[in-house]
């Protein structure tokens, strides 16, 4: 009875246990019909109503208990326990865990203020002050979701490609929130993969500067399911088209350094984003940046295993996902900052391509035409042979950003390397000079506040393209799906003329 | 309050003596039973459809997770189990085919009744009523656990105990220890105590039936965070699956469940359904009490 058939050899620890399994995850993602429609739901939902009533009943009890046993009064800063969890559960260290039965209670206070004790260095000062911390969350009570019905939809804010956001009131508390609600219409596959990374990446990736999960509530129907967040004022791509000025570079420096500190921190726990871009980008109006959508994230095991190709908004999208490249990393994320780098500083977006050639043929007019000395390995990718060839041989981009200092323009140019493997980490990214030279970053408390479009009227919408919607089906999972699958590219590796999109 | 997180729900007393389904009158040996066919049929199928383990024991808490907040009045071990295991796939990295599932559930439901096999008919009638409640089912658990599907195994930590154990190369502990893990989790361990203590439970368990002495001053699993009694508390639970057979005729449908119950008080009384308490003092375990709060 005694069931042995695994044995420990097999598998060393949880985290290899997934990792070993990532590469077999081919992801071949299915295309997905976008709908147009949406509706709020108020009609309440009896059975999340009758938990409610039952968890209400527990909570006082489960929060002592919590406290009593299985409290981890963690002091430490978010970033660091995310590293510590990550790691050989030896390296945990023992004065962050209770082990008497009797551990303090925890002060909110003593959670919300502590910044990173990493070694001194000036970026570093800028960093603890610029990237304020978040309380450490509580484990979970055994409840189900709540009913929208908690919430008073105010307006809607956005239509993305996959989700309706709406704002809302918390019923109870009166703030104000965001929800998203998740398309789940034509799923044939149940619930999609990609919306349980969402959600598992959002918790997993508590930081000051990524967009805070408070639950996820549910609606009258099995498939009216929202992603409850803070509420952000402004988006970067919204308000950039706004303002009549470009961002000062103190508040370029303020908001990069934000953006690389959340993405540092994703990178180190194994998660690509794939969808940085500025209308992904959250700003609040104290200063803060709050990286957000993570629909398209996922960790990635090592040694990193073939993925879809099919990921990252068009204009932010690496060059090496453009030409096909099947094992790609953390650096696809890199290129999208330096994209978006790009746009902050001079208010427009960087490369706006309107097709993939375009979009390749933008980037080679701006970099030069790559070759194998500069990228070792690019004439071998999927595409190499099925581009355009631009008479481009220089590099163009000092004359893009002609006040930028130059650190600016070397910060930028390491993010827009083509070779992925000699693109700027976002760890070494922070520790640039451009951030430690005048002007020095901005407090973000003394940001300028702007009228939040979210908050008020209907937002237009804007003009940039989305994610390629292909990467938000379920992958792989029936094979008749597979069919509808099939390369976006036609006649691949044919003739050099023949390269062109279906779509 | 924070209510959703990476960190495994822990069950209060009151949720755990007070089932949904006792709520609905389902007697406690039943339901205990049923859990654990539900995960037996978890565990089964996911050996068939060759998905890793860490696939498995998630979707075994999720299940066991599941009848905390729900009733087995109004849910089915067989809906329940393959949404949990579907689910579990993904949440784990490694999707399987609804298909696959299907089959594979249609398949063990049948040897479990000693039926002769007879595969589905692909997108026949049956098929599509399992894949309606598949699906629905992998929603009702989402959405009655909040999300909170994500859960820590303590796989690895019970690896690594070893290894500063030095128990890695020893000849019965590594061995016994992880199947111990993988009984478990037909036990509601997993729902009372964190990966940790789990992890020194196992450990502690098969040192002790292979008689070899561990570090006791101080306590080897005082380095863990884990306490004597929860340990031995945890040991209980897994004996007991030892010493409990499991009926042959359990109910896998409500209509089933429905049947079974009318006739309930018959089949204890005839003796078929007798529960033979435990009765294994080679370890000085005595029966299991309910988790000690
Ligand atoms: N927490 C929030 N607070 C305020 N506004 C938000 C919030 N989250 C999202 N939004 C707004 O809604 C828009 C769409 O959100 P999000 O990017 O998460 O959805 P999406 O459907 O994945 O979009 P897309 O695929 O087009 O990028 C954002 O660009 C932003 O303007
Ligand atoms: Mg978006």
């Known amino acids: ?353 309107r097709t993939e050639i375009d979009q390749l043929t933008k980037i080679f007019k701006l970099l030069g035409m790559p070759n194998e000395k500069i990228w070792p390995g690019f004439s071998k990718l999927p595409h190499a042979k099925n581009i355009p060839f631009i008479k481009q041989s220089h590099n163009t981009l000092r004359s893009r950003f002609p006040y930028l200092t130059e650190n600016g323009f070397d910060l930028i140019a390491k993010l827009l390397t083509y070779d992925p493997s000699k693109r700027i980490t976002a760890e070494e990214a922070l520790k640039h000079p451009y951030f430690t030279e005048s002007p020095l970053p901005k407090d973000p408390e003394m940001f300028p506040t702007w009228p939040s479009k979210g908050g008020g009227e209907r937002r237009k919408s804007y003009t940039s393209p989305s994610a390629p919607n292909v990467a938000h089906g379920v992958e792989k999972l029936d094979e008749e799906d597979q069919t509808l699958l099939g390369s976006i590219f036609e006649n691949q590796g044919g003739n050099d003329y023949g390269f062109r999109l279906k779509i | 309050m924070s209510k959703l997180s990476l960190q495994n729900a822990i069950l209060t007393y009151e949720q755990l003596e007070t089932t949904p389904s006792k709520k609905d009158n389902i007697p406690e040996e039943l339901e205990d039973e049923l859990r654990r066919l539900g995960c037996d049929f978890i565990q089964s199928a996911g050996i068939v459809l060759r998905l890793p383990q860490v696939a498995m024991a998630t979707a075994q808490v999720l299940f066991q997770r599941f009848f905390y907040v729900a009733s087995l009045k109004k849910f089915s071990v067989r809906d329940i189990g393959m949404g949990a295991l579907f689910l579990a796939s993904k949440v784990s990295e490694s999707p399987c085919k609804i298909r696959d599932l299907i089959n594979v559930y249609n398949y063990l439901i049948r040897r479990y009744r000693n039926e002769p096999n007879e595969p589905l008919e692909y997108l026949g009638q049956v098929f599509y009523e399992m894949k309606d409640a598949l699906v629905i089912a992998e929603m009702q658990i989402l959405k009655k656990l909040g999300f909170n599907v994500h859960v820590q195994l303590p796989y690895g930590l019970m690896v690594n105990y070893l290894k500063v154990l030095e128990l890695t190369d020893h000849e019965t502990i590594p061995q016994k220890a992880w199947g111990y893990l993988n009984d478990s989790l037909r036990t509601n361990v997993y729902v009372c105590y964190q990966p940790a203590t789990i992890a020194c439970a196992v450990i502690w368990l098969a040192a002790r039936i292979a008689q070899v002495k561990l570090p006791t001053s101080p306590p080897w699993w005082e380095l863990f965070e884990a306490e004597l009694e929860d340990m031995e508390n945890i040991s209980r639970h897994i004996m007991r699956l030892y010493a409990i057979r499991l009926p042959s005729n359990l109910p896998l449908s409500l209509d089933e469940l429905e049947d079974y119950l009318k006739n309930y008080e018959d089949r204890r009384k005839s003796g078929i359904n007798e529960i033979n308490e435990i009765n294994d003092n080679k370890d000085d375990l005595g029966p299991a009490p309910m988790v000690t709060m």
């Open chain 1, 1 to 353: 009875m005694e069931n042995q058939g695994y044995s420990p050899v097999e598998c060393i620890d949880d985290n290899n246990l997934e990792k070993n399994n990532t590469p077999e995850v081919q992801l071949t993602e299915t295309p997905k019909t976008k709908t147009k429609k949406s509706k709020w739901e108020s009609e309440s939902d009896n059975d999340s109503e009758s938990e409610q009533r039952f968890s209400k009943k527990r909570r006082k009890k489960i929060q002592d208990s919590e406290v009593d046993e299985h409290s981890q009064p963690e002091t430490t800063e978010s970033i660091r326990r995310l590293k510590v969890s990550n790691e050989d559960p030896f390296n945990q260290s023992p004065s962050t865990r209770s082990i008497s039965p009797i551990a303090e209670p925890i002060n909110d206070m003593s959670i919300s203020s502590t910044p990173s004790p990493t070694p001194e260095s000036t970026t570093q000062s800028f960093e603890e002050r610029i990237i304020k911390s978040t309380p450490t969350p509580l484990p979970p009570m055994l409840t189900g979701c709540r009913s929208v019905d908690n919430y008073e939809k105010l307006n809607r804010i956005e239509e993305g490609a996959y989700g309706v956001v709406f704002r809302a009131r918390d019923k109870a508390t009166g703030e104000v929130v965001a929800l998203k609600k998740l398309k789940l219409d034509k799923e044939k596959n149940g619930f999609p993969i990609t919306s349980l990374r969402e959600v598992h990446t959002l918790l997993l990736a508590k930081h000051p500067n990524i967009v805070n999960v408070r639950e996820i509530v549910v609606g009258e129907t099995l498939t009216q399911i929202f992603i409850v967040m803070d509420f952000i004022e402004h988006d970067l791509k919204s308000l950039m088209e706004d303002m009549q000025v470009p961002f000062l570079q103190s508040e370029v420096k303020t908001i990069m350094l934000q953006l690389l500190s959340a993405v540092a921190m994703l990178h180190d726990n194994w998660i690509i984003h794939r969808d940085l871009k500025t209308s992904n980008l959250l700003l609040n109006n104290r200063g803060q940046i709050k990286v957000a959508d993570f629909g398209l994230a996922r960790k990635y095991g090592s040694p990193l295993g073939p993925m879809t190709e099919l990921v990252v908004t068009l204009w932010y999208r690496a060059p090496e996902l453009l030409l096909g490249t099947k094992k790609y990393s953390t650096a696809v994320d890199m290129w999208s900052v330096g994209c978006i780098f790009g746009e902050l500083v001079n208010k427009e977006p960087l490369l706006p391509g």
